[in-house]
């Protein structure tokens, strides 16, 4: 098949971020398949035109969009339509047979729709995030006509579309709640890289226990949680520490108050966000893994967050301070521990306690592992998303 996939957030190794799209569609290339990646160069830099790379078989169509997590909403809004609009010409010029788009934000739905018309091939639409419910809910749409015209949005995607997949069970529950058949649905979750983590690197100081948190600081993550955890930590001279890797809107305001405590350098170290390449050490030296979240149900019950598959592909426990999908999946299979959030001090405690034992860590490990491979092989999973294009393209002709 010839494939066109739009992701207006598509990432490499080589940058910061999921690589959920990356590893998919390289994966449909091994298959045969021909992948063109119709994506935004996010970076402040001289470009200005369309760009095209090759990475690792896929060809990448880069549209120069600056953006960034720090931007307000009326930025972000037009940062998603410049893409929308200019993005839909160019897959539209392209040879396919079946057009693929993954949100967020819902608004790459527009220009693959457009193409798939103009090119009278399907549209299968993958949702990861809950729009426009999960930013009305947190406040980030505040305006009930704005929210009225996204719900506009995401029932005409979900109409135009000839297949959905849902990264969650209960994500698909959700969406066919809203008048699509389940039968229109897949879930397909997101991916554990296995060859992406290397296994077994013994830490140099063992008499300190690390917790790692890799992935996004923006409001809706609850980040502040890691502070109140750090604070505790160190006020206790507990022999724990909390590496943070990764940037966003928070991360200013959470290295100044940490600072003022006394407890950045201390019993928490941020380390900006890096490359995906380049975090596997921060695993490797990691006794388990943290996930927060803020507190909104639809959040913390449909929430897929890339820092759980990649703690469970790399054999880490997970710490939650929330009850979702993954959490309590991973509490199922013990391969991790979930704390009260609204409860620091208990949640610290529980923590320490549960970092002393150096036997169930281990074993919880090899429990995250065994769920990663049985579970969420990326090579399995892409053959669920290739079965997926082919049925809907079938079904269309």
């Not at 010839?2 to 091994?30: C, D, W």
């Not at 193409?115 to 505040?142: H, N, Q, S, T």
């Not at 296995?194 to 063992?206: E, H, I, Q």
């Not at 909104?296 to 301070?321: M, T, W």
Request: proline share 4%.
């Amino acid at each position: 098949m010839k494939i066109t996939y739009l992701h207006q957030y598509f990432n490499t190794p080589a940058m910061s971020g999921g690589t959920r799209s990356y590893e998919m569609a390289r994966r449909l290339v091994a298959m045969g398949h021909e992948v063109n990646m119709i994506t935004s160069w996010r970076d402040t830099d001289e470009k200005v035109r369309w760009f095209e790379t090759d990475e690792s078989g896929i060809k990448v169509h880069w549209l120069p969009v600056p953006y960034s997590n720090s931007m307000g909403f009326s930025e972000r809004i037009r940062a998603f339509l410049k893409f929308a609009i200019q993005s839909a010409r160019r897959a539209a010029s392209l040879e396919s047979d079946i057009v693929f788009a993954t949100s967020t934000p819902l608004t790459i739905a527009l220009p693959a729709v457009y193409a798939a018309r103009r090119r009278r091939v399907p549209m299968v639409f993958e949702v990861r995030d809950l729009w426009p419910d999960v930013p009305y809910a947190i406040g980030a749409i505040k305006s009930r006509a704005l929210f009225w015209i996204a719900g506009r949005l995401e029932r005409f995607s979900y109409k135009a579309a000839t297949h959905i997949i849902a990264l969650t069970p209960t994500m698909r529950d959700f969406i066919s709640g809203k008048g699509v058949a389940l039968s229109k649905i897949t879930s397909i979750p997101n991916l554990a890289s296995l060859d992406a983590f290397s296994m077994g690197t013994k830490r140099n100081d063992t008499r300190t226990k690390t917790i790692l948190y890799c992935g996004n600081l923006g409001p809706a993550h609850g980040p502040e949680f890691l502070l109140e955890l750090a604070k505790i930590f160190y006020d206790r001279q507990m022999q724990i520490k909390i590496e943070v890797v990764g940037g966003g809107k928070l991360l200013d305001r959470l290295m100044s108050d940490a600072g003022t405590h006394g407890c950045l350098g201390n019993a928490i170290f941020f380390h900006g966000p890096l490359p995906k390449k380049e975090v596997d050490h921060f695993y490797n030296e990691a006794d388990a893994t943290i996930m927060t979240i803020a507190d909104c149900e639809l959040l913390y019950r449909h929430s897929v967050q890339n820092k759980f598959f990649d703690s469970i592909a790399a054999g880490k426990p997970v710490i939650a301070n929330y009850r979702g999908y993954a959490s309590e999946l991973a509490e199922t299979m013990n391969a991790g521990l979930i704390v009260e959030r609204n409860n620091i001090a208990a949640a610290a405690s529980k923590i320490a306690d549960f970092l002393k034992d150096d036997e169930c860590l281990q074993r919880m490990g090899m429990n995250a592992r065994q769920l990663a491979e049985k579970d969420f092989d990326a090579d399995l999973l892409a053959r669920r998303l290739e079965h997926v294009l082919l049925s809907s393209r079938i079904s269309s002709s």
